[in-house]
């Protein structure tokens, strides 16, 4: 059974994630009503915030079942 090390920051993590691709994607149907390309930039950042969000948490919840030399890369990503 895997062992999960930080829980609070596994779940505060995905949350963060969920909600940054909600975002994502309710800025992207705005975007596809107007012609803004700052909004397409702001939907670039919510997706990547939501990439990182759920990379953290995963480190942070599985660093131990993971092994080192996979925690050390997720971290360094």
């Excluded at 930080?6 to 009503?33: H, M, N, R, V, W």
């Excluded at 759920?54 to 599985?62: C, D, P, S």
């Amino acid at each position: 059974m895997t062992r999960i090390t930080e829980p609070t920051t596994l779940i505060t993590d995905y949350f963060l994630g969920i909600a940054s691709l909600i975002f994502a994607y309710k800025l992207y149907t705005i975007t596809q009503f107007q012609e803004a390309s700052g909004l397409l930039l702001w939907v670039i950042a919510f997706i990547l915030l939501a990439l990182a969000a759920f990379i953290g948490g995963t480190y942070h919840g599985f660093r131990i079942a993971l092994g080192e030399k996979t925690a050390n890369n997720l971290w360094r990503v």
